[in-house]
């Protein structure tokens, strides 16, 4: 009766593996996007044209291979698959961390693991909704909370970051973001077996600070810039 145990154990054991390698996989995929989409943000301190020629160019790539907007498409799949992916995988996850718990217990307070991996779960239901959001904006709505226009990319950003609670949801999220991705990149670099010393431990947790700070914080200079006057018509 032992050995069917075992088997089974040695399964679950693997597929908890894989549901950790889905994780990390597409996490990366999206930190790979969340550098270009911050570098394109970027833009808008380089004024309207700067902003509108990218934000054109964005739907021009591949052409004439590629019908207009193709690739961006393609991105967008990819980033659904990625997201189905990586939500799917945490619930799985956590379902089987609370199946593991074969009694109930009174919660202590825990002092080993940082606020980061204890904001993992609600940080990203904070990214998600953000995410609609975001989309509802400036992709899918194109919503200005000014009433300007809404085909111009660089005035459709201006206008809405203008707005002071725009702007407060979107820091708001960046924080989410910045503590999701600095537990984020060190769990995904322990999954791919970049933690196996102390000091690979230490390195992967500056590199969680360094993804972090980088793309959250540049993330949240345009807004802010916005708020303040510096980015404007």
Do not use: C
């Not at 950790?20 to 301190?45: D, E, P, Q, R, T």
């Not at 799985?92 to 593991?100: E, G, M, V």
């Not at 400036?138 to 609670?165: H, M």
């Amino acid at each position: 009766m032992a050995t069917p145990t075992l088997v089974r154990g040695a399964r679950a054991s693997r597929t908890t593996v894989s549901l950790k390698i889905l994780m990390a996989g597409s996490g990366i995929i999206f930190i790979l996007f969340v550098l270009l989409h911050m570098y394109g943000n970027l833009k808008a301190f380089g004024g309207e044209t700067s902003f509108n020629v990218y934000a054109e160019h964005l739907r021009t790539i591949g052409e004439p291979m590629l019908p207009r907007e193709g690739l961006l498409w393609v991105i967008r799949a990819v980033l659904i698959v990625s997201l189905v992916v990586h939500v799917w995988s945490a619930a799985q996850l956590w379902k089987r961390s609370n199946a593991a718990r074969t009694q109930k217990y009174a919660v202590k307070k825990n002092t080993h693991s940082s606020f980061s991996s204890r904001t993992m779960r609600w940080g990203g239901v904070t990214i998600l909704l953000f995410l609609i959001w975001h989309l509802i904006n400036f992709t899918i709505g194109k919503v200005n909370p000014a009433g300007g226009p809404t085909n111009n990319p660089y005035e459709l950003l201006v206008d809405s970051f203008s707005t002071w609670w725009v702007t407060v949801i979107y820091l708001v999220a960046m924080a989410a973001l910045a503590l999701h991705l600095h537990h984020g990149t060190f769990s995904s670099l322990q999954t791919l077996g970049f933690t196996n010393s102390a000091a690979a431990r230490k390195r992967a947790r500056a590199a969680g600070w360094v993804v972090a700070v980088v793309i959250a914080g540049g993330f949240s200079l345009v807004p802010l810039f916005t708020l303040f006057g510096v980015i404007d018509y």
